[in-house]
């Protein structure tokens, strides 16, 4: 080929871009799993009233999301935050928040006696008895007729023994031996169970080089287990496209279909947007996000927030897909729950969004 030959495609493929569709799936839809009731909130130093907790949740399930992490049945000594999921746990059972269609409520659980804890209030719902006081539902509360709610399971793992040892205080083997029952026990109830595998991507305690093998081993073992989703967790931000790009690569490699994956990025070193666009490009359609960039790992120093729910939706609606959430109600419950507890709110779609709305009203 001609050098004036090669300038000619060039100048064509410059005036002709080819377009990226995103969509190595058939589907336009990109759910999102909301975990800042319980992911965002968790690492919060001053403590927060369980009523502030309940009403961000019935807030989220105003916004369209689908899916919502609304808390965890951990040991108050670890993780004092979470103290009172019961009573959320209680409350949504009671009063079912509005929404415009069925929303999935997902909660933590560490071991067996978690699920024990979680199952004492959710049998006692079933017979009608509780312990639990149920707070005031927010005006206009209760559930969109003609839509059932469910519930879900989650357990959660780390990629690297250190992690693991710290965060759970067993080994890796261990805590996959800790799950059997409950997997059991959730599969008899007919409830699924989502899967984390935390520092998926860079661990605080062994550095940034998490071996992407050892993620889909463990990934495989929690499949086989009865898992119906894996999660895959840059808990630290660590994460880079190049090293996103290769652990999805491996995970297919091993044989796990993309559909049973979802990703979860925190923005410590602001790359969860482009990590998220290679997740994107490889097929993932299931991503995590906290409203107004809440979070950071209790286990994991210098972790910041989770990507920004706010900046998750808007990004993928520049692109052409659907996520079902109002971006304009999204933006207002992270300005709200930013404002009830006392810190800045970390979504830059979220804060241009509040800015638009109020230069319509002026």
């Known amino acids: 080929m001609s050098k004036f030959s090669c300038l000619r495609i060039a100048r064509l493929a410059a005036r002709y871009p080819v377009r990226r569709t995103y969509a190595t799936t058939s589907s336009d839809f990109v759910r999102i799993v909301e975990v800042g009731p319980r992911d965002g909130l968790q690492n919060e ?166 071996d992407p093998h050892k993620v889909a081993e463990l990934a495989v073992s929690l499949l086989e287990m009865g898992a119906d989703e894996i999660s895959v967790a840059d808990t630290t931000g660590m994460g880079t496209a190049p090293k996103t790009a290769e652990l999805l690569k491996t995970l297919s490699a091993a044989g796990i279909e993309k559909s049973d994956l979802a990703l979860h990025f925190h923005d410590t070193y602001g790359q969860a947007l482009v990590n998220s666009l290679v997740s994107l490009e490889h097929g993932i359609r299931t991503f995590d996000s906290a409203v107004a960039g809440l979070g950071g790992c209790p286990f994991s120093p210098g972790a910041t927030g989770n990507v920004a729910s706010e900046d998750l939706v808007h990004c993928f609606h520049s692109l052409g897909l659907k996520t079902g959430v109002d971006m304009e109600k999204l933006s207002e419950v992270g300005q709200w729950i930013s404002y009830e507890i006392g810190r800045p709110n970390e979504s830059r779609a979220g804060n241009a969004t509040m800015a638009q709305m109020a230069k319509r009203k002026a």
Request: proline share 10%.
């Open 45 to 210: 130093k001053q403590s927060i009233p369980v009523a502030t907790k309940i009403e961000l949740v019935n807030k989220l399930a105003q916004t369209g999301l689908k899916t919502i992490e609304a808390g965890s049945f951990v040991s108050p000594k670890w993780v004092p935050q979470m103290a009172n999921s019961s009573q959320i746990l209680e409350h949504v059972l009671a009063a079912p928040p509005t929404s415009p269609h069925a929303v999935t409520y997902q909660w933590l659980l560490p071991n067996v006696r978690g699920l024990d804890n979680f199952l004492s209030v959710w049998e006692a719902k079933a017979t009608g008895k509780s312990d639990y006081p149920t707070p005031p539902p927010s005006p206009g509360s209760g559930q969109t007729p003609g839509t059932t709610n469910s519930h879900e399971l989650s357990i959660f793992t780390a990629a690297t023994e250190t992690f693991t040892q710290k965060n759970t205080n067993c080994s890796i083997a261990e805590s996959l031996r800790r799950f059997e029952p409950i997997m059991t026990r959730a599969k008899e109830m007919g409830l699924n169970v989502r899967a984390y595998i935390s520092v998926a991507l860079g661990c605080p305690y062994e550095g940034p080089n998490v």
